[in-house]
Nanobody, 126 residues
Framework: QLQLVESGGGLVQPGGSLRLSCTGR????????IAWFRQAPGKEREGVSC????????DTADSVKDRFTISRDYSGKAVYLQMNTLKPEDTGVYYC???????????????????WGQGTQVTVSS
């Protein structure tokens, strides 16, 4: 059973940066494709960025493409979401999700992921 843990959220001013981390409790993530989703109050969950198990394939939503970057560390322990030039509309709960994959896989379809973290709150406000 994979348990995902997100960290790195918080309160930041507009224009600031945060780096979110997604780790597996007691297990590395190198066998899993990982995606980041977010949900703002009163809005539907949306896919933000995804990365294949090897890191060779990734994608980022158009709304954040020039500001957010997803990456994996070489140890397989974590997947990161670097968020720069944050805007108030980036406020929400950010979740990482995982699916075991043997082929390059990267998708914003939430139903395609089997494990989810509890989420970390990101608030962008002055």
């Amino acid at each position: 059973q994979l348990q995902l843990v997100e960290s790195g959220g918080g309160l930041v001013q507009p224009g600031g940066s945060l780096r979110l981390s997604c780790t597996g409790r007691g297990i590395t993530l190198d066998a899993y494709a990982i995606a980041w989703f977010r949900q703002a109050p009163g809005k539907e969950r949306e896919g933000v960025s995804c990365i294949s198990r090897s890191g060779g394939t990734s994608d980022t939503a158009d709304s954040v493409k020039d500001r957010f970057t997803i990456s994996r560390d070489y140890s397989g322990k974590a997947v990161y979401l670097q968020m720069n030039t944050l805007k108030p509309e980036d406020t929400g709960v950010y979740y990482c999700a995982a699916v075991r994959s043997v082929v390059p896989f990267c998708s914003f379809g939430g139903s395609e992921y089997d494990w989810w973290g509890q989420g970390t709150q990101v608030t962008v406000s002055s």
